[in-house]
């Protein structure tokens, strides 16, 4: 697969409250859906497993837990699990992992963010940071965004925890807030772009 066939990559990083959030979005997806969503949700590494059982039954396209050298296709719906990064090698993308250690978060939003700043001129990329504590994804979203990449921090009206947006809206300049039905639109439309 050349690089011009995957064309829409969308990033959400989430924590607390994220789990029923992400089945939201997930759901909202048509088969058709020719995007590729790549989940950071802060979990512990052994039950990625079982979240991943739990999207999958909402979701019409195929739920795949990360793995090391696993190349990433349109129309999928990818879960990390310890840190994951993407790739660009002889014009395909691929996720590299390592150790959780590297982070205080598993799986560490910001290392798949800022991963994701050099694909900006091969693949029409959106960050998304949904609901939960802390900051992880804001230094990623940081360097996407100075990039020139497209960014979108959940609203307080509808995150669980407004801890993570909040920081993003304090630190990032050009950033997009959107509810969880917007931010549903949002993806849905992107993929059409």
């Known amino acids: 697969m050349k690089a011009s066939e995957l064309k829409h990559l969308i990033l959400i990083g989430s924590s607390t409250g994220g ?20 989940i950071a949700q802060h979990i512990a590494h052994e039950f990625i497993p079982s979240f991943v059982n739990q999207l999958q ?21 990818y879960v990390c699990s310890l840190t994951s990064t993407l790739e660009l090698i002889s014009n395909k993308l691929y996720f590299h992992q ?7 978060y598993n799986p560490s939003i910001n290392h798949l963010f800022e991963s994701a700043s050099a694909l900006i001129k091969q693949f029409n990329t959106v960050e998304i940071i949904l609901t939960g504590i802390g900051d992880d994804g804001v230094k990623g979203l940081q360097s996407f965004s100075e990039s020139g990449g497209h960014c979108i921090a959940e609203s307080e009206s509808s995150a669980i925890v407004y801890g ?5 809206t304090k630190h990032i300049k050009k950033l997009s ?14 993929d059409s772009i």
């Not at 993570?164 to 993003?168: G, H, L, N, T, V």
Request: contains cysteine; hydrophobic residues 40%.
């Open 164 to 168: 993570m947006p909040f920081q993003a």
């Open 98 to 104: 390592t150790d959780c250690n590297v982070s205080s």
């Open 57 to 77: 039954q909402h979701c019409l396209l195929d739920v795949i837990p990360v793995s090391e050298g696993l190349q990433v296709l349109p129309g999928k719906v």
């Open 19 to 38: 789990p029923g959030h992400l089945q939201k979005i997930v759901k909202a997806l048509p088969f058709h859906f020719s995007g590729t969503l790549i």
């Open 177 to 190: 807030i959107q509810n969880l039905d917007e931010i549903i639109q949002t993806i849905r439309g992107f």
